[in-house]
Structure formats: structure tokens, C-alpha cells
């Protein structure tokens, strides 16, 4: 029983270290090294307050930012509350959208996959050979909690 526990400890101290040395990039003048693929979104807990300032993947799609996540970061983002990244090496204000349904999902992902194929491993969602989303994938992603998370840049 304790060795999942080291295990998952083990991957998220591993992911905090990944994290904060990403954030780290982002934030310098050497953010260029990671910025055309990875951005900073800093969201704050609807319970705690407390701000997050997470490095995620993303695409750029017909004047938004796209990200795909399974991370719970996205359920505090708030319609109507613009949301701040770190794009680019600058900050900006963001008015995000979360998009879990699936038809609207599947053509944003389609794009994200396009633009970013890295992310489909992550997501375990992949494009067939046609490049639409492969449907299973993504209705099994979505019901785990991933989510589309549409930005337009303020």
C-alpha cells in the first residue's frame, strides 16, 4: 500500500520541481528557450484564495489560446473574471471559456493536436489518419475531467 503513495509523491514532487523550473523559464529573458509551446496561467482557488500559477501547453487558434487539461486548475477559472498568463514573456489579461462538451471539444482539440502533437500524449487523446480527434479517446478524456480551455487575449 505505501509503495503508490512514494510512488505518486515521487511524480509530484518530480512535477513541482518540472513546475517551478518552467516557471522559472518563462518568466526570465531566456523564455523564448519554451515560450512558443508553454505560457503561465495563474488562476486563483475559489475555496482558498490562494493564486496558482501553472505552465501548461498551448496553441494559438483563430485569435484564442488553446489549452488542454485534466488538471483541476481549470475549475477555478470563472466566466466573465479575465484570467492572467505570462504569453510570450509578457503579461496579459485573458477572458477564458471552459469547454467540455464534446462536438465544440473535438474541433478545439483537433487544433490544439495539430499545433502541439506532444499534448495528445499527455492527454492520451490522439487524431486519426483523416486528422479529426479520435472520438473514444476524447469522450474517455472529457469524462475524467479534461477540459478545452479557450482564452481571448484582453
Known amino acids: 500500500m505505501s509503495t503508490p503513495t512514494k510512488t505518486s509523491s515521487t511524480q509530484s514532487r518530480t512535477q513541482r520541481t518540472g513546475d517551478a523550473v518552467?516557471?522559472?523559464?518563462?518568466r526570465s529573458p531566456l523564455h523564448r528557450l519554451v515560450s512558443g509551446?508553454?505560457?503561465?496561467?495563474?488562476?486563483?482557488?475559489?475555496?482558498?484564495?490562494?493564486?496558482?500559477?501553472?505552465?501548461?501547453?498551448?496553441?494559438?487558434?483563430?485569435?484564442?489560446?488553446?489549452?488542454?487539461?485534466?488538471?483541476?486548475?481549470?475549475?477555478?477559472?470563472?466566466?466573465?473574471?479575465?484570467?492572467?498568463?505570462?504569453?510570450?514573456?509578457k503579461d496579459i489579461q485573458a477572458d477564458p471559456e471552459v469547454i467540455t462538451d464534446e462536438a465544440r471539444a473535438a474541433d478545439l482539440y483537433r487544433a490544439i493536436l495539430t499545433r502541439n502533437p506532444v499534448h495528445g500524449r499527455f492527454a492520451g487523446i490522439a487524431?486519426?489518419?483523416?486528422?479529426?480527434?479520435?472520438?473514444?479517446?476524447?469522450?474517455?478524456?472529457?469524462?475524467?475531467?479534461?477540459?478545452?480551455?479557450?482564452?481571448?487575449?484582453?
Open 37 to 89: 509551446k508553454l505560457l503561465i496561467i495563474t488562476v486563483t482557488g475559489r475555496k482558498t484564495g490562494r493564486e496558482y500559477a501553472n505552465p501548461v501547453g498551448y496553441a494559438e487558434h483563430d485569435g484564442h489560446i488553446l489549452i488542454g487539461s485534466a488538471a483541476r486548475w481549470h475549475r477555478n477559472l470563472r466566466p466573465g473574471t479575465p484570467a492572467r498568463i505570462r504569453l510570450r514573456g
Open 127 to 154: 487524431l486519426n489518419p483523416d486528422g479529426n480527434v479520435n472520438l473514444d479517446d476524447l469522450r474517455r478524456a472529457l469524462s475524467t475531467g479534461t477540459a478545452v480551455v479557450r482564452l481571448r487575449p484582453l
Open 22 to 26: 518552467v516557471r522559472f523559464l518563462l
